[in-house]
């Protein structure tokens, strides 16, 4: 199994905590997903709390901290403030991935806004009222595809 490491060069943005997550990540050799096993919580959002893009509940460090063999109190200095979302992507974005995503929503954004509009009304998606998972599927042909899934509350445009 390939696990997801940190390069701190390809990201200088990212804060202390990143560093201290990744490198016993790679110590323990343990998957985003059996790390959101232990804490209860989604891959994605777990991988979120390693790159600073999401904020650790006490819970969170507490177990984090157990699995991981991380100091609590190191955890709580480094987990307890609000993360500051959104600076650890230059935009556009060059890493590939990261750039094809960014690509559907240049190619398919206002798609998705005019069916958006059409079911619910005048309004927008909330990320923060928000859930997303990732699976995959493998087809008859032995083809494996990428099914992301964004869960996000629909929040209408008021009147003011």
């Known amino acids: 199994m390939s696990l997801a490491t940190l390069d701190k060069s390809q990201h200088p943005s990212l804060p202390e905590s990143a560093?201290?997550?990744?490198?016993?990540?790679?110590?323990?050799?343990?998957?985003?997903?059996?790390?959101?096993?232990?804490?209860?919580?989604?891959?994605v959002s777990t991988a979120a709390i390693f790159y600073g893009q999401a904020k650790a509940s006490a819970e969170d460090i507490h177990e984090l901290s157990k699995l991981l063999e991380i100091p609590?109190?190191?955890?709580?200095?480094?987990?307890?403030?609000f993360p500051d979302r959104g600076?650890?992507?230059?935009?556009?974005?060059?890493?590939?991935?990261?750039?094809?995503?960014y690509e559907i929503v240049q190619n398919y954004g206002y798609a998705y806004k005019a069916v958006l509009n059409e079911k619910f009304g005048d309004g927008i998606m909330s990320a923060i009222a928000f859930?997303?998972?990732?699976?995959?599927?493998?087809?008859?042909?032995?083809?494996?595809?990428a099914v992301i899934?964004?869960?996000?509350?629909?929040?209408?445009?008021?009147?003011?």
């Open 19 to 43: 560093t201290t997550l990744f490198s016993a990540k790679a110590a323990k050799k343990l998957s985003f997903e059996q790390i959101a096993q232990h804490i209860g919580r989604n891959e």
């Open 72 to 81: 609590q109190s190191l955890l709580e200095e480094q987990l307890s403030g």
């Open 87 to 101: 600076r650890s992507v230059q935009m556009p974005p060059t890493e590939p991935l990261i750039y094809r995503l």
């Open 131 to 145: 859930s997303t998972k990732v699976e995959k599927e493998t087809d008859a042909d032995g083809n494996n595809w």
């Open 149 to 160: 899934t964004l869960r996000g509350k629909w929040l209408p445009f008021t009147r003011w």
